[in-house]
């Protein structure tokens, strides 16, 4: 008799929000089990061995059978044991120990570095000194005092500004958490071009962050006002509507209109909506020019005279 061969259904999987500690980046993790609770301590399969998160935050479960199915960089092991959990949180106090311990021998050695934050790995095989410093650092005989009083790996990270404004955490100018300290992995290139395009003053200290950069959030809507510009009408472009001439002073990209002033008469400007100036640079159209017919140099014939030969 044939075996009826049943295939067992794919296992649901569900998102969740972690947090490896205190005040830091929250990341994604999918894990099969799906009843787990804000705040329970989680074993995560990292690069480096396996790490303790805990849960802050519950996502939607996963559909095995979808077409593009949602990746997360991080997924839920298990959940920790009573062991780990009191391990995990003396892991805490003694990254805080080593701060202030390489705080102290820095000090000492009169070292022109700041020292931001001290990471630990669970399994004890390496720790991490994140550090920023305007020139280059001899920091060879503090590594060889760090090793000596840890008995481990050591690695001195230096990073600059923004990612220590990551680390480090606040509320910027609207009045919310930092978007680096939030949900940003990378930093996009940001340029006063980007101020420009959107109509913000260049005042320095209104489109600057906490960390003295151009403001990450420049780049959030820059595409969307660029391309709308496009197609409106520039400042200083003349238009002729019913007869009159005017001149196109202003754009207001949010509202899609362009303020326009009669060049002729001191009549007050007037706004034109997007339908109005639609239809006025439709007829104003020019046809595009053709190309110049390239010059050929003396001397020099074409490949293909040179092939029917």
Known sequence: MEQDQTTEPERMEKIYKIRYRTNEHIFSA?????????????MIQTDH???????????PLLDPAAEHPIKTAYSVQRRCTRDEIEKYERLMEREQEAFLFCQKQIEKQELSMKLI????????SKIIFYFTAENRVDFRQLVKDLVQEFRTRVEMRQIGVRHETKMVGGLGCCGLELCCASYINNFAPVSIKMAKEQNLPLNPVKISGICNRLLCCLTYEYSTYRDIKKEMPRPGKKLTIEGKNYKVIQQSVLEETVTVIDQDTPDPPRVLTRKEW???????ARPLKPGRPR?????????????SE
Request: glycine share 12%; no cysteine.
């Open 30 to 42: 999918s894990s099969q089990i799906t009843n787990l609770k804000t705040g329970e301590e989680v």
């Open 49 to 59: 061995g396996s790490e303790p998160a805990r849960v802050t935050g519950l996502g």
């Open 117 to 124: 934050r001290v990471e630990r790995y669970f399994n004890g």
């Open 278 to 284: 639609e239809t006025v640079t439709q007829k104003i």
């Open 295 to 307: 010059k050929k140099m003396p001397g020099k014939t074409d490949k293909k005279e040179k092939n």
